[in-house]
């Protein structure tokens, strides 16, 4: 069973940045599609991003190019979420996400981290 832990969350001022990293156990990292989710106060969980079993394939909400990146480390057994130019309505819960494929980690994942706290003040 893969085991997913996220870590980098926290405060940061309108205008800032974050990373966010998720540690992933277990023996097949490498052959697991990984995503990113946002869930704000009152609002729906929300897809942030998913990053392909090698890196070479990314796909990001189309609100959230240009601010959001995510990247990964097989080696590490790492998924990164480079959050720049944030905002307060970037408030939220982010949890990492694995599953066998892109498609899959959109649409549900089979693996979820406990999530971490992002707060964007004004």
């Given at each position: 069973?893969?085991?997913?832990?996220?870590?980098?969350?926290?405060?940061?001022q309108a205008g800032g940045s974050l990373r966010l990293?998720?540690?992933?156990?277990?023996?097949?990292?490498?052959?697991?599609?990984m995503g990113w989710f946002r869930q704000a106060p009152g609002k729906e969980r929300?897809?942030?991003?998913a990053i392909g079993t090698s890196g070479a394939s990314t796909y990001s909400e189309d609100s959230l190019?240009?601010?959001?990146?995510?990247?990964?480390?097989n080696a590490k057994n790492t998924?990164?979420?480079q959050m720049n130019s944030l905002k307060p309505e970037d408030t939220a819960v982010y949890y990492?996400?694995?599953?066998?494929?892109?498609?899959?980690?959109?649409?549900?994942?089979?693996?979820?981290?406990?999530?971490?706290?992002?707060?964007?003040s004004s």
């Open positions: 069973q893969v085991q997913l832990v996220e870590s980098g969350g926290g405060l940061v990293s998720c540690s992933a156990s277990g023996r097949t990292f490498s052959s697991t599609a929300e897809f942030v991003a190019k240009g601010r959001f990146t995510i990247s990964r480390d998924v990164y979420l990492c996400a694995g599953g066998p494929m892109m498609s899959t980690v959109r649409v549900r994942p089979a693996y979820w981290g406990q999530g971490t706290q992002v707060t964007v």
